[in-house]
């Protein structure tokens, strides 16, 4: 009896041991469980945001966003790679009566999500200058503030949205572990950057 309670003993604890590790394997949260908020440093000519994929993906060094912003007409007004950082600061001389389209993809090859695969996050929002009041002055105040306040979308999963889809696949830029723009140089990590988020690493070797 007692070798059987063992071995019983035995089985619990190495049955307990693999959900935790598997447990451990799970290193950020699902898509639609982050994203974006304007930080109170905003200002007229100037842009803040913070992404709270940083913060929640894990390892944070990995960590690849892809910011893009334009107008309602397509025209690209800012774009940058930063890598391992959860805010986009930049100053800007857009009109206050302008919608911005914001897009960002979050990437990190190393980062594993609750169904095993590997982190590729597309948001998708837009900004707009909103004008409020004081309570208690009336006086009036702006700030950048965003319409639809959406989550990301797995870029993993096969999706029936048009808007999501691209024609075909072209090449964004080439950076390096820090995000800086590099051409292509032998013997060195470089990411290349892709129009649908998606990041390869490659290293030239010839």
Not at 52 to 66: A, C, D, I, K, M
Not at 152 to 157: C, K, R, S, W
Not at 182 to 199: A, P, R, T, V, W
Request: charged content about 15%; glycine content about 6%; proline content about 2%.
């Amino acid at each position: 009896m007692n070798i059987f309670l063992r071995l019983l003993l035995v089985l619990i604890i190495i049955f307990g041991l693999t959900k935790i590790i598997k447990a451990q394997t799970i290193t950020c949260l699902p898509c639609d469980q982050l994203g974006m908020s304007v930080n109170v440093g905003s200002q007229e000519t100037s842009i803040s945001l913070y992404h709270s994929g940083q913060y929640l993906t894990h390892p944070r060094s990995e960590n690849f966003f892809v910011w893009n912003f334009s107008d309602q007409q397509g025209t690209l007004l800012y774009q940058d790679t930063i890598v391992d950082n959860a805010f986009c600061n930049f100053s800007h001389n857009w009109s206050l009566e302008d919608t911005i389209n914001v897009t960002v993809y979050l990437v990190n090859d190393s980062a594993i999500l609750p169904n095993g695969s590997s982190i590729n996050c597309l948001f998708e929002d837009q900004l707009f200058w909103k004008i409020d009041t004081f309570p208690v002055s009336g006086t009036a105040y702006g700030t950048w503030t965003f319409i639809y306040n959406n989550f990301g979308v797995d870029q993993n999963i096969q999706t029936e949205i048009s808007d999501l889809l691209f024609d075909s696949k072209h090449l964004i830029k080439i950076v390096d572990l820090f995000g800086r723009d590099n051409e292509k140089k032998k013997n060195k990590l470089l990411f290349y950057i892709y129009n649908d988020g998606s990041i390869e690493k490659k290293i030239m070797l010839r």
